[in-house]
Nanobody, 125 residues
Framework: QVQLVESGGGSVQAGDSLRLSCAASGPLSSTNPIAWFRQTPGKEREFVAFIRWSSDITYYADSVKGRFTISRDNAKNTVYLQMNSLKPEDTAVYYC??????????????????WGQGTQVTVSS
């Protein structure tokens, strides 16, 4: 069973940076894609960033492009989300997600079978 554990959330001021971590365990292969989503109360969970486990292929939501960077450390089975120039609208619970196979709908929740418990990020102005 794949398990994902997020960490690194917190409360910061606008313009600050945070780095989220997603520690993965279980039967993940080198081709498993990993993504970050976020959700605010009353809204759908939205795609943030994506990375193929064994490559440097990455995709980002337009709202975070140029400010967020997704990366992975295969030796540690960990995926990171470096968030710079944070804005109040980035406030959300951030979730890490993994799939057993790549989907062209990498931006959709339905493409992922495994989810972490989420970590809260709060950005104040």
């Amino acid at each position: 069973q794949v398990q994902l554990v997020e960490s690194g959330g917190g409360s910061v001021q606008a313009g600050d940076s945070l780095r989220l971590s997603c520690a993965a365990s279980g039967p993940l292969s080198s081709t498993n894609p990993i993504a970050w989503f976020r959700q605010t109360p009353g809204k759908e969970r939205e795609f943030v960033a994506f990375i193929r486990w064994s490559s440097d292929i990455t995709y980002y939501a337009d709202s975070v492009k140029g400010r967020f960077t997704i990366s992975r450390d295969n030796a540690k089975n960990t995926v990171y989300l470096q968030m710079n120039s944070l804005k109040p609208e980035d406030t959300a619970v951030y979730y890490c997600a993994a799939s057993q196979s790549y989907s062209s709908r990498y931006f959709a929740q339905s493409a992922y079978e495994y989810w972490g418990q989420g970590t809260q990020v709060t950005v104040s102005s």
